[in-house]
Each structure stands twice: as C-alpha cells, then as structure tokens.
C-alpha cells in the first residue's frame, strides 16, 4: 500500500512558478514511477508527466514540455513538479500517481493516487 500527498498548490499570476510536491508513504518508493495528472472542470484527468523509479527517464504532455519539470528524491520519498511559465489553461487540480507498471500515461495504468490539490493560474 502507498499513501500519497501533494503539497505546494496555490493561486499564482500567469507567468508565474510553483513547485509541487508529493510525500509517498511505503516501501520501495524507487520501484514505482511517479506520475502527475490534472483535471480542469467539466474535463478529464489528463496526463502531465511521468518519471521511472530511478529518475533516468521522463515524458511529459506537449502542453507542458519546455516548461514543467518533473524529479524525484528517492531518498525522501517525493516527486516534484516544477511548473514555470504558467498559463490560466494550466488551471487544474492536480494529482500525483504511482505506477508498479513502469512508465505509462494512461491514467488506468496507474495503481495508487493522492487526493489532489489546487492550482489557479489568474491572467
């Protein structure tokens, strides 16, 4: 069982940065790739990034290349999100996941979830 928190959310001006973080409870941390996904109202959860257990390999949505970043500090458990140039379209809760399966963007493909947290991009 893996137990997961985000942290970091907030409102901020287009423009602007934040990093987000999530705490994972659990053994083997390093096993499971790290996802972040969002999901705007009215839409669904879609796929941010994603980084593999040991941190070599990362993908990430073409909304966001160029200016998120995902990483991962295995000895504390947690994956990041950096997040610069944001735009109001990047308005969304945002949701870290972990995947046994490896890399994988497919929101099914993911084995456990955190509850969210809020980022409001004003313009």
């Known amino acids: 069982q893996v137990q997961l928190v985000e942290s970091g959310g907030g409102l901020v001006q287009a423009g602007g940065s934040l990093r987000l973080s999530c705490a994972a409870s659990?053994?083997?941390?390093?096993?499971?790739?790290m996802g972040w996904f969002r999901q705007a109202p009215g839409k669904e959860r879609e796929f941010v990034a994603v980084?593999?257990?040991?941190?070599?390999?990362?993908n990430y949505a073409d909304s966001v290349k160029g200016r998120f970043t995902i990483s991962r500090d295995n000895a504390k458990n947690t994956v990041y999100l950096q997040m610069n140039s944001l735009k109001p379209e990047d308005t969304a809760v945002y949701y870290c996941?972990?995947?046994?399966?490896?890399?994988?963007?497919?929101?099914?493909?993911?084995?456990?979830w955190g509850q969210g947290i809020q980022v409001t991009v004003s313009s």
């Open positions: 996941a972990a995947a046994s399966r490896g890399i994988v963007t497919m929101v099914r493909g993911y084995d456990y």
């Open positions: 659990g053994r083997a941390f390093s096993t499971y790739a």
């Open positions: 980084i593999s257990g040991y941190g070599r390999t990362t």
